[in-house]
Every structure is written in structure tokens, then in C-alpha cells.
């Protein structure tokens, strides 16, 4: 028999400030690190930039309108923090805050739980400049005075705060690989150090929201962990996979978790482990209230005899893609529920962001008729019902996106939403995939 999802699961979507606010240079916001490097030729398709994005800062109310008539109970964004603190210090910005009063008394009075996530990768450009951004603990301890400013403003009416977005793609994507803001291809120490700064980030920010929250507060960090799953459901390739799992995870997640860098990454990193402190490990470790978890896609992994005990299966290029390249792999996504249920047992999880880019078109109609989009979520939401179902605790599930948006070096090229923009006038079509996952949410099935 099919599991209907409680009436207490959450159904949402998400988005990300810089991906589909706009009104860039509005209301005394400040420059972000991406407002910078979307202006540096050639790093992001088409030259595209975030300046009016979707423009949902002055639209917002009609978006919020999709949501209700979607029947979503749960909205998963983001807080700019240069619209708040436009140099990522010093005076508020009381229309920054204004903006986001209005969105939250929007969602509540649509009955929409508002899921705020306090940093998605729009650093202040002004502390890129001054203190180097994520390579300072300045920024590290500025992150948690901007956070305990948001969460006193929102806190009597949100309950549930992420305080970071996938560490991994603001610091490796970054500072190494040179496809993400600020950009720059650095040494490893330091992409590591920027980890580790973000990691106390958290932790910091994590015990001023403890300090001002006015209400209950369920505090967590949203993820997106290296997805394995084993070739096919043998012991041997189960535990390989288990393994590859805490070896992808071992720099963020396990940390995060144990307070501690496990004597195996020590050894790997060597010199170009970062500079930390026990003490710093503590408030990095803090017991969270959930896991959010975002996945696109996996690798496949089996048991082999060698030191690791296993080894990636590579894909073959026949396998089902995405419009990102991406292999389409639901079993990753429940393999991510087992494993983090295996190492960190009960913790609740959200699955905050899960999607796909699909070649979109408009029917002459006016249909979007994604069913491969349907499909893919269909095959991902079988996954979360098969991990309920074995008892694991998964809490709520947030579709990727919303919105066709600004899509990071990708620009405006690659649609996600399960609502399509019409870049030209801003008009919002809901999809067919949204037609579907609005009927899920109502029948409480996989249908």
C-alpha cells in the first residue's frame, strides 16, 4: 500500500535571493560578490546577470499567489544580506528589511510556512574587498552579527532558519575553481580555510539565532553532500557505498556533526589543512534541530579490493541526462536519506532542494508540457516514499525552483522551475510539472 505523507509534511519549492529578487541597485541594497562577477566578460553564459532576474522584489504577491493556487504549505528563500546590511556591516537597511516583513506577512496570511536561509552565496561585495570574504574569520563572526539582526526582525513569525547554503560551492567553486564569486583559482589552504571560516560561520550565526530568536527556532544547514548510490542492492555494494559516502562528506558534513576532522583527512590534507582550534570546533558542532540536504544527481559505486574497498563505476554516455549534463539518479537521493540516517540516527531531514533542467517549450496554446520534469520528480518523490516508509525521518521535501531564474555561470539558459518566466515581460505560467506536483500535494501520494 502506498504511504500518504503525513499532513504535517512540508511541501514547498525554493529559491535563492540573487537568482530572482533583481532590483539590484534598489531600496539602498548593496553590491553583492556576484553583482561583481557577473560583470567580468565571460563568466557567465550569455554575459546574463542578476540584475532583474525575475524580478519577484516587485512581484513577489503574485508569486506568493502561484504558491497558494499550487497548494505549497512551505517556501524555502533567501535573505540578501547586502539588502539588509548593504557593506555587510554597520547600519541596517530598514527598506531591506521592510521588503522581507512584507514577504513573510504574505506567505503566513496565504498559509505558507516561510523556510529562511540566511546566506545563499551573495556575499557582501564590500567584505570581499575589506577582509577578503570567507578567507577572514572577520567575515565568519560579521555573518553571525548579520544573523542575529534578521532573525530579531523575523523571528515572532519564523520558525524555521538554515543558516548556509552548500559550503562547498561558495568556497571550492570559488576560490579554486574560479566558476563561482568572487572567483580566482587559489591555492588548496586556502580553499580549505575558506571551509572551515564558513563552517564556523555557522556556528557562530547558529548560537546567535539561539540568542534572539523570540520564539521557538529550528536551526539547520542546508547541504548537498556527495550523493552515491551502490551499482545495484547487494550487502558489499551497499557498504562500499556507505564508505564512499563519509570519505565525500568527511570535510563539511562530518565536521559539522562530530566537532572533529577525522584523522584520515588530516593525513590526506597534510600542510594544507586549515587553522582551526578546538575551541572553534565546538561552536562549529552544535546540535542542529535538522539537515537540509539538496541533490541532482549521484555516483554509482561498488565493492572493490583495494584500500578503500571500493570504487566509482563510470557512467555510460547512453545514460539519461539532464539539460545540465546531470545523470539522472533517483537512488542517489535515497541513498542519501539511508546513509545520513546510518551515521547521524533520528536527526530530521529536509530534502531542500531537488530539480531539474528541462528543454521547456511553450506549446502554441500556452502549455508548458514538461513531462520529463514530472517524471523526474515523480521518480524522486518514489525514493522519499520508500525511505519514510523504512522509518527514516524526512520531515519535507522543497522542489527546485519555483522559478525558471538566473541560474549562477549557467545565466538564463537553463530553466528549473516548475513555474516558466517569460524573460521578455516577466509573465508566470505554472507548468504542467506544477499542475502534477500541486495534485501530489493534495492526494498526500506519489501519483
Same mark, same amino acid.
Request: glycine content about 4%; proline content about 9%.
Given at each position: 500500500m502506498d504511504t500518504i505523507f503525513t499532513e504535517d509534511f512540508k511541501w514547498g519549492a525554493a529559491t535563492a535571493s540573487y537568482q530572482i529578487e533583481g532590483a539590484y541597485d534598489e531600496d539602498g541594497r548593496g553590491l553583492s560578490v556576484w553583482d561583481v562577477f557577473s560583470r567580468r566578460p565571460g563568466k557567465i553564459m550569455n554575459n546574463d546577470n542578476g540584475?532583474?532576474?525575475c524580478d519577484h522584489y516587485h512581484r513577489y504577491k503574485e508569486d506568493v499567489r502561484i504558491m497558494k493556487e499550487m497548494g505549497l504549505n512551505a517556501y524555502r528563500f533567501s535573505i540578501a544580506w547586502p539588502r539588509i546590511l548593504p557593506t555587510g556591516e554597520g547600519k541596517i537597511n530598514r527598506k531591506g528589511i521592510d521588503f522581507y516583513n512584507r514577504l513573510i506577512d504574505e506567505l503566513l496570511e496565504n $498559509?505558507?510556512?516561510? @523556510?529562511?536561509?540566511l546566506f545563499h552565496w551573495d556575499l557582501p561585495q564590500a567584505l570581499e574587498e575589506k577582509y577578503g570574504g570567507w578567507r577572514?574569520?572577520?567575515v565568519s563572526k560579521l555573518f553571525a552579527e548579520y544573523a542575529g539582526i534578521v532573525v530579531k526582525e523575523y523571528s515572532d513569525r519564523v520558525k524555521y532558519w538554515a543558516t548556509m547554503n552548500e559550503i562547498i560551492c561558495f568556497t571550492y567553486l570559488a576560490h579554486e575553481l574560479d566558476k563561482h564569486a568572487p572567483g580566482g583559482r587559489e591555492p588548496r589552504k586556502v580553499t580549505n580555510q575558506t571551509i572551515h571560516n564558513a563552517l564556523l560561520g555557522h556556528g557562530l550565526a547558529y548560537t546567535a539565532i539561539r540568542q534572539n530568536a523570540k520564539k521557538e527556532a529550528k536551526i539547520g544547514l542546508v547541504e548537498v553532500p556527495g550523493a552515491v548510490f551502490p551499482i545495484y542492492d547487494a550487502e558489499e555494494h551497499i557498504e562500499a557505498a556507505r564508505k564512499a559516502f563519509f570519505d565525500k562528506n568527511q570535510a563539511i558534513l562530518f565536521p559539522l556533526m562530530t566537532g572533529k576532522y577525522n584523522e584520515e583527512l588530516v593525513r590526506l590534507l597534510g600542510a594544507d589543512m586549515p587553522d582551526y582550534n578546538e575551541e572553534e570546533m565546538k561552536i562549529i558542532s552544535q546540535p542542529l534541530d535538522y539537515i537540509g540536504y539538496n541533490n541532482y544527481f549521484g555516483t554509482p559505486i561498488r565493492a572493490a579490493q583495494n584500500e578503500k574497498g571500493y570504487e566509482e563505476v563510470d557512467i555510460p554516455s547512453s @545514460?539519461?541526462?539532464?539539460?545540465m549534463g546531470w545523470v539522472i539518479t533517483p537512488r542517489a537521493l535515497y541513498y542519501i536519506l539511508k546513509f545520513s540516517n546510518d551515521f547521524f540516527p533520528g536527526l530530521?531531514?529536509?530534502i531542500t532542494e531537488n530539480g531539474i533542467a528541462c528543454d521547456d517549450r511553450e506549446t502554441e496554446g500556452g502549455e508548458i508540457l514538461d513531462i520529463d520534469r514530472i517524471e523526474y520528480l515523480r521518480n524522486h518523490l518514489q525514493q522519499?516514499?520508500?525511505?519514510? $516508509?523504512e522509518g527514516i525521518s524526512l520531515k519535507g521535501y522543497f522542489v527546485w525552483s519555483l522559478l525558471d531564474n538566473f541560474e549562477w555561470s549557467w545565466?538564463?539558459?537553463?530553466? @528549473?522551475g516548475i513555474v516558466m518566466v517569460n524573460y521578455s515581460n516577466m509573465a508566470r505560467t505554472i507548468k504542467l510539472s506544477g499542475r502534477y506536483y500541486s495534485g501530489v500535494i493534495k492526494s498526500g501520494r506519489v501519483l
Open positions: 540584475d532583474i532576474a $498559509n505558507i510556512e516561510p @523556510f529562511i536561509t577572514s574569520k572577520t @545514460f539519461p541526462k539532464t539539460e530530521p531531514i529536509y522519499c516514499k520508500s525511505a519514510i $516508509n545565466g538564463y539558459s537553463k530553466r @528549473f
